[in-house]
């Protein structure tokens, strides 16, 4: 008789906690339906006495590279003569094209961030990328499934940080990307461009670092900003793809690549060799 009393009270139980646990992995948000950008691109063209002129600005502080092309097989020749275009940090190019008529909204403009042709000066990052004395677990390390094995991510970090704990920089550098307008999260490929995030160029090493997943309108920067080690920029989240709460933390260099980014392996992170380290390790800043 005890014994199933025990079953009737027992096995509701475990299965309401098993449900709990299931909800709690799985996402009801939608996509959301407008995309953000990580700054803010300005480009003017114009035409006239058989001249068409294309002003492309730079409105950050690190490199961009310009990929330009056109339908027009001829007019694509010439862009591919031009291509691509480097412009340094906050710099601006002036394209001249004549007697091909008035191209206005048909040339287009792919941008790479960063030069690939610049030597990284650095395989070490000398904090983590929270506040001195604080400590989270390694949720997930370099080249590792379920998301850390592609170019972009191969060499990135998660730590167990919950949703309104403090994120820091790692570098001093300049801001030159934003997005914190995302709110929700998902699991698949089809939620990794909805991540509220920042990232930081350092015009000393040329390292870029990424912070992922970030609470919704808690950036505490913008772009254009300098900033310092150890500096309050935003608050950890959960949005994008992200199973659960956690910060994505990725240091990136230029490469020629689709957006002109890779993950860059470190040989250490913190006061921690990074090929030391274990899934679930204990990370004290």
Known sequence: MKNNNFKKIFLPVVFIGVFCIIIRKCSFHSLPKNKFQLFKFSIEESYEENEYQLLVKNPVKCPIGLLLSCQDDKTNEILNKLSPILLEASADTLIRIKDRGNLEGKIDVKLRIGNPDIAIQ?????????????????????????????NISRYAFDFTMSTGDTVTSVQDGYVIGVIDGYHGWGNGDKWKSYSNQIIIYDTITYLFTMYG???????????????????????SGQTGQAQEEHLHFNVL?????????????????????????KRYQLMTN
């Open 213 to 235: 997943h970030l609470k919704q309108n808690s950036s505490m920067i913008k772009v254009g900003d300098y900033v310092r080690i150890g500096q309050p920029i935003a608050l």
């Open 253 to 277: 260099q230029a490469d020629n690549v689709k957006g002109g980014l890779k993950s860059y392996r470190l040989d250490s992170i913190g006061n921690y060799k990074v090929k030391e380290l």
């Open 122 to 150: 650095s395989s070490k990052i000398k904090s983590l990328p929270y506040p001195n004395g604080n400590s989270y677990e390694l949720l997930q390390g370099n080249n590792s499934n379920p998301t850390h094995n592609s």
